[in-house]
C-alpha cells in the first residue's frame, strides 16, 4: 500500500460532524501529495466557509496524516476554490445521504 492509500485511509476515520459520511466520501479533500517520501500536501475545503468545525477538521486531518508511518510533515492548506458541492461526493456518500 501506498503512502498516498495509507494516508486516504486515515482520512476516511474523520468525519463531518453533521453528516454521517467521512470526509474523504464527502469529496472535501482536493489534493493529496506526497514530496521527498516524508512530506504530504494536502488541499481540503469544508462544506461551507462558515462550517463550526473550520478550526478543529483541518487540524484533526493534518494528525489523522502524522499517524502515517513515514510522514515527517504535513502543509495542509484550506481552500474555497472550486465551492464544494454534492456533485463532488463518492457515489457510496450519495447512497449514505439518499441522494
Do not use: H
Request: a negative charge.
Amino acid at each position: 500500500m501506498s503512502k498516498k492509500e495509507k494516508i486516504i485511509e486515515e482520512i476516511r476515520k474523520i468525519y463531518d460532524p453533521e453528516l454521517p459520511v467521512n470526509i474523504y466520501d464527502l469529496g472535501l479533500i482536493y489534493d493529496i501529495q506526497i514530496k521527498d517520501e516524508n512530506f504530504a500536501i494536502i488541499k481540503m475545503t469544508l462544506t461551507t466557509p462558515n462550517c463550526p468545525v473550520a478550526e478543529s477538521l483541518p487540524k484533526e486531518v493534518k494528525d489523522g496524516v502524522m499517524q502515517v508511518e513515514g510522514i515527517k510533515d504535513v502543509d495542509l492548506e484550506l481552500v474555497w476554490d472550486p465551492p464544494w458541492n454534492k456533485d463532488m461526493m463518492s457515489e457510496a456518500a450519495k447512497l449514505e445521504m439518499n441522494l
